[in-house]
């Protein structure tokens, strides 16, 4: 499963909840697949989609914040589990698309194949999933709605991409229509 | 800045709906985070990047928010000012202690504290010195350039050595 893939899935069931996305590949996959004004496409602050997103769940405590972010990203702000996990936001969902690289930059590697991220999200009191193929990613998504979170999906990638294209929409538009989908 | 001003600051901005207080602890602005504590209204980020994603969150999410650091916490966070906060214009309103405002401060402040009006400056980012005068004035100053949706910074000198 690529990413592409893995986001086309999770997408089908997030419907119109609210998204943040990391930036780089994942901010494009998405824009690509299921562009919608309840995504919010961080296209700079690598690291801080997590954070962005407790910000807001911690506020919206009705609705249900999914964060997509990738590995590259949240190594950048491991500390941000520690905060979820901290104050626990039952509507916190945060995937990791994980592919053990720095994709957006030219496939360097991350240091994900060597360190579980998901035993770091399970130490900082998120429920953690973990799945490789498809079937089981969805069967996860299908769960996870009877379940408190903070919930952590760990989803292992194959590397290798489809063209997404590039985030057209002005960053002040993403934030005004973002803001007014949600409040 | 005195305890007494620290404190009446936190409870002005309390006041005038500032709803959240985001940040990494500093003792330049010790009192003013003592007294947000005391009315619960505090969150402690683990660094101040960080902060500034989970204010900017509660932003998004309609409630207003300040964010507290140290001046080097602050030059920590150049990059995530400039392509988050100003890339998208989210309001924000820092509060920045400002080690290394007096020449005999402790050396690893000197360099980032002599730099600090520059860093602003090159920043575009607006900005005021809080003091025991002029603190009322420029912190509904800060509040109205929120409201047009414009990031500031207000600043607190380290006026004392220890």
Redesign the interface.
Known sequence: MIRRDAIEIVCQYVKKDII?SANGFISRDLFSSFEKNTN?Y????M??????????????PKKRIFVFDGDGNILM?L??L??IGS?RPKNLVHLIFDNNIHESTGGQPTHSKEINISKIAKASNYTVFSVKTKKTLEKTLREIPNIHGPIFIHIHLSQGAKKSSRVVIS??S??NR??NA?? | MNEKIQRKVFQYFNKNKIENF?GVPDSTLKYFIDEGLKSKKI?I???E???????????????S?LMFMQNAGFANSI??I???VQ????PIIFLIGWRGFLKDDAPEHEKIGKIQPDLLKNLNLENKILDEKTWEKNCKWALSKIKKNIPVALIIRREFLD
């Open positions: 943040i919010f961080m296209i700079g602050s690291g801080l989609a997590s954070s962005i997103g407790l910000g807001i769940a911690l506020k919206k702000n500390g941000s520690v905060t104050l960053p002040v993403i934030k973002f803001m949600i409040n | 985001v969150l980020a683990n660094r990047e960080e902060a500034i994603g989970i204010g900017t969150g509660m932003i998004l999410a309609n409630s928010t990059s995530t400039t392509s988050l890339l998208y214009k989210i």
